[in-house]
């Protein structure tokens, strides 16, 4: 399989007064093209921060490298170059679902007719048919978040970043909203990259499943998921899910422990 | 229950608080023989204002067109410096000391300047109007424009989006609500600013009739005076809130 | 403490650069100064006027003040009890708020012709004015508690009373201050608009005979101590609040 993506030696640190806190330590990632890989670690470790450098909003410390398709790119003109999908929905209450979906094509540069027809198609696949003209408002949380995504496939890009879309909702419209993700993906297969905290989610959506240490953020744990497409529910409860999600338990648990007891020391450590 | 029988609940305490207190009043007058010039009585205020409504109505026209004409400009230049002070923020920080110091002196305290300099004619009002509405909308713009949500910032500049985008795309859209806010705040400022700037020196108007009212104790008028400038105000302000509920719906 | 000198520093600098170029622009241009007088006059008249206006200060001052505080103290009990007999509230509260996008300060005029030309006629405005912003907020403030938490109080066996200045007044002190300092803006405003109906002492009347006798640098005098009236009052309203009502961020 051809690279998408690959990452080699990205660290970033923040200043905190005049001390240095790190969040990424020379991380290195290679992600094939149509994978979905999921990405899990808990909090604080640096996931978030890792989607901000390559969706280009975030420079990184200086010495890292970024490979798209094979080429190297300066991580400094990144902007526009993925669809990215932050944890809030940030839908703008003034424009209706449809106006909100094709928000990133607009700015791409899609004339709003034509990105209008486009998205009008697509209300159908994304569950949103007769919403149309309601404002975000008076949208659920699954809904709002089904807005926010056609919004971001509506941008075409082949790299995808989704952070945690699944967060604030319920279980049961978490698990809906899973398998229906998986059938929206399946049709145009880009490459995903996915944050989730959830270890089920991540065993259940991805191609591989990459494990991120607590503060500062390495990559600990990077592993293929023994399961053939198209996932079902069932596959839950069979062994190799069940034997990875055992793997995955033990290498969070040990690092949730790290950042539990890193909350009980100074934020930063000196540079 | 229907709409309308969900208003009438609403409306009734407010209806039967102005009757419990127009009743107090008519009541008043009468047990305490009240002269005319200490109070008069509801009816007597609205039967004098209906005798002579040319008389009312020009004072308010005058009052309003005033008010409204400063209004109209200063809510413009008001918006049109907000703008101007996001796009080019060196400017906001040399002007805005400025314009706030003008603006810590209440406004009426220019009036007398105003009307030594432009006459006692409506351009004495239109000007100290335009300069007191202009700083309330130009403050709350500013707040509004500056207030964006970061992470919306962020997600657009995720999709390329250049400034002038996120200026008109984002920035103000989101304003909307805070820029109303401030236009609502503003007119009730416009209002009282015609009206108490007129009582200081004017050849018309709601003000000036007040004060000349009370200059020769024709006190009813005084009162038909101050009754049509609560009017008026209240249907102005209406007018603004219904607009502003209709732009800024979210 | 540093930065807050230097954030005072850049827009204060700003300022008096402009004063600056006032001062010039008038000297070099020879401006006659009762078309617009130089800052320096305007400090000169203010110095030499000092004690008729530190007269005139402080009855405008005094006016506004017993003005602040009555209306303060009127406009707190009245939402206090509009929030305790939910009938009065649906009564009146439409009013209440009626009242802020009105000029009611037109009936000043009245109020001057009914108690005289004295000091009482101004407080009186004042009060009245700076009574409808207090009464709202204070209503507002005390139905903004989560009823959950009136609910642990009952739980312990507070009486009406007791929640009511446990709880109620102490969670509304921030949004009443809100609406004191807004009162504070509207009381000045009301004492010297008192003043122009009928008054011998004040602001007012100094803005007026200035007015009168066409005394450009005397009125720029009023001006500028009139702000600064202004601000030291609202200064003084800040720092009651950062006082009693410390734990809310500024506004």
């Not at chain 2, 700083?135 to 910032?153: F, K």
């Not at chain 2, 209002?191 to 009212?213: D, H, K």
């Not at chain 3, 003043?195 to 002492?201: H, I, K």
Request: with cysteine; aromatic share 8%; hydrophobic share 55%.
């Amino acid at each position: 399989m051809a690279s998408k993506i690959r990452v080699v030696g990205i660290s970033k640190h923040y200043d905190v007064g005049r001390k240095a806190m790190r969040t990424l330590d020379d991380v290195g990632l290679d992600v094939g093209a149509g994978e979905f890989v999921t990405l899990v670690g808990p909090s604080g470790c640096g996931k978030s921060t890792l989607f901000s450098i390559l969706a280009g909003l975030t420079a990184p410390d200086p010495g890292g490298e970024l490979f798209i398709d094979g080429k190297r790119r300066a991580l400094d003109h990144l902007l526009g170059g993925v669809a990215f999908m932050p944890q809030r929905d940030m839908l703008f209450p003034w424009r209706t679902v449809l106006d909100n979906a094709i928000l990133a094509a607009e700015i791409d540069g899609v004339p709003r007719r034509v990105a209008r027809e486009r998205a009008t198609r697509s209300l159908d696949r994304f569950e949103l048919r007769g919403f149309a003209a309601h404002y975000p408002g008076q949208l659920s949380g699954g809904m709002r978040q089904r807005v926010a995504l056609l919004r971001t496939f509506m941008f075409e890009r082949d790299i995808m970043l989704l952070d945690e879309p699944f967060g604030a909702l319920d279980a049961l419209t978490r698990a809906l909203m899973q398998r229906w993700l998986l059938e929206v993906w399946e049709a145009n297969r880009r490459t995903v990259l996915f944050i989730t905290h959830d270890i089920d989610e991540a065993i259940f959506l991805g191609d591989r499943v990459v494990v991120m240490s607590a503060r500062p953020g390495r990559i600990k744990f990077d592993a293929a998921v023994p399961l053939p497409r198209p996932r079902s529910t069932g596959m839950v409860t069979q062994p190799d899910f069940v034997a990875l999600k055992r793997q995955l338990l033990g290498i969070i648990e040990e690092e949730s422990l790290k950042t539990f007891e890193a909350m009980n020391q100074p934020l930063a450590t000196d540079a | 229950m229907s709409r309308s029988a969900r208003m009438a609940v609403r409306l009734w305490p407010p209806a039967l608080a102005a009757l419990l207190v127009l009743a107090a009043w008519e009541l008043a007058v009468w047990w305490f023989q009240l002269p005319d010039f200490v109070l008069p009585t509801p009816q007597n205020i609205v039967l004098t204002a209906l005798q002579d409504p040319r008389h009312v109505l020009d004072d308010t026209l005058t009052t309003v067109a005033e008010a409204m004409g400063g209004y109209l400009a200063g809510s413009l230049l008001g918006l049109a410096l907000a703008i101007v002070f996001v796009v080019v923020p060196w400017l906001g920080r040399a002007a805005m000391p400025l314009y706030v110091t003008i603006n810590s002196v209440p406004m009426i305290a220019y009036g007398p300047l105003a009307i030594i300099f432009l006459g006692v004619g409506s351009a004495s009002k239109v000007v100290l109007i335009v300069v007191a509405v202009s700083y309330t909308v130009l403050t709350n713009a500013l707040a509004g424009l500056r207030q964006c949500d970061a992470g919306m910032i962020s997600l657009l500049r995720s999709y390329g989006a250049s400034d002038v985008t996120i200026l008109t795309k984002l920035r103000i859209p989101a304003a909307v609500p805070a820029i109303f806010a401030g236009l609502r705040v503003a007119v009730v400022h416009a209002m009282i600013l015609a009206v108490v700037l007129e009582m200081l020196g004017a050849n018309a108007g709601l003000g000036w009739s007040i004060f000349r009212s009370t200059q020769m104790m024709d006190f009813v008028q005084a009162w038909v005076a101050v009754g049509a400038s609560v009017v008026a105000s209240l249907v102005i302000y209406s007018a603004i809130d219904w607009i502003s509920r209709r732009c800024a719906w979210w | 403490m540093m930065d807050r000198l230097a954030r005072v520093a850049a827009p204060a600098a700003t300022v008096l650069v402009f004063l600056l170029l006032w001062q010039g622009s008038v000297d070099a241009f020879h401006v006659s100064p009762d078309k617009l007088p130089a800052p320096a006059a305007i400090l000169a008249t203010i110095w030499h006027g000092r004690i008729a206006f530190a007269s005139a200060i402080g009855t405008t001052l005094a006016e506004a003040l017993i003005g602040l505080a009555g209306g303060t103290l009127i406009g707190i009990a009245s939402g206090v009890l509009l929030s305790q007999v939910r009938l009065l509230e649906r009564m009146f509260l439409p009013y209440l708020v009626a009242s802020q996008a009105v000029p009611i300060i037109a009936f000043g005029a009245i109020i001057i012709m009914w108690f005289g030309n004295g000091i009482s006629s101004k407080a009186i405005i004042a009060v009245y004015l700076s009574f409808f912003p207090v009464a709202v907020n204070t209503l507002a403030g005390i139905s903004a508690i989560e009823p959950s938490e009136i609910g642990l109080l009952r739980s312990f066996g507070a009486g009406r009373l007791a929640i009511l200045f446990k709880l109620q007044l102490p969670a509304t002190l921030p949004a009443i201050f809100t609406a004191i300092r807004l009162g504070a803006s509207l009381a000045l405003v009301g004492a010297i608009v008192g003043e122009w109906f009928g008054a011998t002492q004040g602001l007012g009347v100094v803005l007026l005979t200035a007015m009168f006798d066409y005394r450009v640098p005397q009125l720029w005098a009023a001006i500028v101590l009139t702000g600064a009236t202004g601000t030291a009052l609202y200064g003084l309203v800040v720092l009651l609040q950062r006082r009693i009502a410390w734990w809310q961020a500024e506004a």
